[in-house]
């Protein structure tokens, strides 16, 4: 069993920046890759990005440029780095944890969850 714990949401103005982090605990055991999805009330949850076990980034087309997702070297944490945000940024942000290769856009495929971390942004 493995746990994810997300922080570092909160409310920011239109172009500002923000940092969310993810903390996993149990057995990670090299899994595929840990990623980021967010859901904003009656949307579904939608892709944002993914990084893998090697290092792999990969992001969706709405926040290239302007998301970074990293991975601390030692330990497991992944981070996302947040910059020139929208209010249609504003949703609930989950970390997820893919354990085999998957459709990397598709929640279904990952294994693990957290419990999300609120990101608003106002006009």
């Known amino acids: 069993q493995v746990h994810l714990v997300e922080s570092g949401g909160g409310l920011v103005q239109a172009g500002g920046s923000l940092r969310l982090s993810c903390a996993a605990s149990g057995r990670t055991f090299r899994p595929y890759g840990m990623g980021w999805f967010r859901q904003a009330p009656g949307k579904e949850r939608e892709f944002v990005a993914l990084i893998t076990w090697g290092g792999t980034t990969y992001y969706a087309d709405y926040v290239k440029g302007r998301f970074t997702i990293s991975r601390d070297n030692t330990g497991d944490m992944v981070h996302l780095q947040m910059s020139s945000l929208k209010p249609e940024d504003t949703a609930i942000y989950y970390c997820?944890?893919?354990?085999?290769?998957?459709?990397?856009?598709?929640?279904?495929?990952?294994?693990?969850w957290g419990q999300g971390t609120q990101v608003t942004v106002s006009s």
């Open positions: 997820g944890l893919m354990a085999a290769w998957g459709s990397i856009e598709a929640p279904n495929e990952y294994d693990y």
